[in-house]
């Protein structure tokens, strides 16, 4: 079965200080992956999707950028965070849409983001 | 106009209440209708999803898809306290529309609570 670990859980860092985010997905090949950031009173935002290494679509712009090094990892850094990127950062699979029609999506756990 | 609009609650019934929970969306081209239940600090997980209009059922949970209205909606039985969460509508297009399912769009979320 298909499984997606996100980490670290929790995270409190400075502001203007760099951030990397990983992300990877077992059980799975050349899948679709996503980065969302959810705040408070606003739903989930998305903000970067790949569709194959090295591919990656950013959908707002902002402080953030992702790198999808390997098939299954994704990538969120930043090289000096604002205290607006404090939020809980998602990170999401789905089966490549050229499979079949609809392609749900699976999340991790989440990090939760503080900048202080 | 927002793409899809759904009541942040919160809604708070007692145990063994029917729960409707709705979405409504403004883009005619979503085929795909999903709902994820996220707990608190844990990422969103895959409940239901429909295709087009119509009706699915799995357990205590209902999915209806009205496509003439843009209307949306999800119905728990028997409503327990495990079922308190953030519930999340979804949805998306598909490459025959001339769209991307690679992406979703969210509500914000309702906050359901259930009370024993």
């Known amino acids: 079965s298909q499984t997606i670990h996100q980490w670290p859980a929790t995270l409190v860092q400075p502001v203007g200080s760099p951030l990397s985010l990983e992300c990877t997905v077992e059980?799975?090949?050349?899948?679709?992956l996503y980065w969302y950031r959810q705040a408070a009173g606003r739903g989930l935002q998305l903000l970067f999707y790949s569709v194959g290494i090295g591919q990656i679509s950013s959908e707002v712009p902002q402080n953030l950028s992702a790198s999808r090094p390997q098939d299954r990892q994704f990538i969120l850094s930043s090289k000096k965070l604002l205290l607006s990127d404090s939020g809980f950062y998602l990170c999401?699979?789905?089966?490549?849409?050229?499979?079949?029609?609809?392609?749900?999506?699976?999340f991790g756990q989440g990090t939760r983001l503080t900048v202080v | 106009q927002k793409e899809v609009e759904q009541d942040p609650g919160p809604l708070s019934v007692p145990e063994g209440a029917i729960v409707s929970l709705n979405c409504t969306y403004s883009?005619?081209?979503?085929?795909?209708f999903m709902w994820y239940r996220q707990y608190s600090r844990k990422g969103p997980e895959l409940l239901m999803y429909t295709y087009s209009s119509g009706n699915k059922e799995d357990g205590r949970f209902t999915a209806q898809v009205d496509k003439s209205s843009k209307y949306i909606s999800l119905f728990i039985r028997d409503s327990q306290p495990s079922d308190s969460a953030t519930y999340l509508c979804a949805m998306s297009d598909t490459p025959n529309s001339g769209g991307s399912n690679y992406k979703l769009t969210f509500g914000k979320g309702t906050l359901l609570t259930v009370n024993p």
């Open positions: 999401a699979w789905s089966v490549p849409s050229g499979s079949r029609q609809y392609t749900e999506a699976f």
């Open positions: 059980g799975t090949s050349n899948p679709n």
């Open positions: 883009n005619s081209a979503f085929q795909y």
